[in-house]
């Protein structure tokens, strides 16, 4: 049994991550693992990098062919969608978001990982309003592959 199964929580060996190059072009990382009938995910990508076995099956992302567009990271339900990509000296991860308060571009936030536990701090580079607010945040690059939440602290 992986480990997730009984923690809950996903760790980057459970991933089939992208390599140092491809992140630097900013690539999705999905980190969906149900296999559950559903598929916007593949749908909606405009370089038909997303695809599924079948309508069951996780979602695979062929990262030579992703643009790192962010239109998975939006559509998803359950949020499980990232962007990633890696600059000199920091990285952007691309996020879904539904709390309130916003975040504002320039607030620095906390920066959670997938048990929900802050593991630094980030700054918000852009906010994009819809049905699921998407949050692009600046983080160190070493925690680019950790960083999948954040919280605004008062």
């Known amino acids: ?18 390599t140092k190059e491809q992140l630097r072009r900013g690539v999705a990382i999905i980190e969906c693992i149900q296999e559950i009938p ?22 695979h992302v062929d990262y030579d062919a992703c643009i790192g567009c962010a239109q998975c990271v939006a559509i998803c339900p359950g949020l499980a969608c990232f962007v990633v990509k890696l ?24 920066a959670l990982n997938r048990s929900g536990e802050k593991i630094g701090e980030a700054v918000v580079q852009k906010v994009k309003t819809g049905d699921t607010p998407i949050i692009t945040i600046e983080v160190k690059p070493e925690l680019a592959m950790q960083v999948r939440a954040i919280e605004v602290e008062p």
Do not use: F, K
């Open 1 to 18: 049994m992986p480990d997730y199964e009984r923690t809950g929580v996903l760790t980057e060996d459970d991933l089939d991550t992208p």
């Open 38 to 59: 559903c598929n916007p995910c593949v749908d909606v990508c405009p370089t038909q990098a997303v695809s599924m076995q079948d309508i069951n099956a996780p979602p």
């Open 87 to 110: 600059e000199d000296d920091h990285a952007l991860v691309t996020l879904p978001y539904e709390m309130l308060p916003l975040p504002e571009e320039g607030d620095i936030v906390a």
